[in-house]
């Protein structure tokens, strides 16, 4: 903690629970470890909180292929391939690679997609199936 003023907070955000769940207080074993518990739930998501605050992407630089060792040739291939395998999902049939893009890039659950494009959820398990065989076979040939 950086201050009595964070001690503070956390310390009010921990009355402040225990005033909300006044309800459930009956149930209640042992008040202290009760007490404890969300005093160390707040605690550490202030931390986290005040981590993520004062972190700033700008201040660091990073190299993502810091332990790797690419040649051009490597950079080639990877471009060559991404580029293949866009092709093949554009090639799919349309509501197939709807359903495919809204799964593999969205990362959309089974049954979110079905509510949206108004399909069951056997459907986009079917399509999926379908989209991944037809991919299997155009990047394997």
Not at 43 to 49: H, N, P, T, V
Not at 110 to 120: D, F, H
Request: net charge negative; with cysteine.
């Amino acid at each position: 903690m950086s201050s009595p003023a964070d001690i503070e907070e956390i310390l009010s955000d921990t009355f402040l629970a225990f005033w909300n769940n006044r309800k459930n207080l009956m149930e209640v074993q042992n008040y202290n470890s009760y007490i404890y518990g969300i005093t160390r739930h707040k605690a550490i998501s202030f931390c986290r909180k005040k981590q993520f605050e004062y972190m700033d992407i700008e201040d660091y630089s990073f190299d993502l292929f810091f332990r790797t060792e690419t040649t051009p040739e490597d950079d080639l291939i990877s471009k060559e391939a991404v580029s293949e395998i866009n092709e093949a999902i554009n090639d799919l049939p349309e509501k197939i690679k709807i359903v495919f893009k809204l799964i593999r890039e969205d990362n959309l659950k089974y049954k979110e997609v079905a509510e949206i494009l108004g399909i069951s959820v056997k459907t986009v398990e079917s399509h999926m199936t379908t989209a991944v065989r037809k991919l299997r076979e155009t990047l394997n040939t």
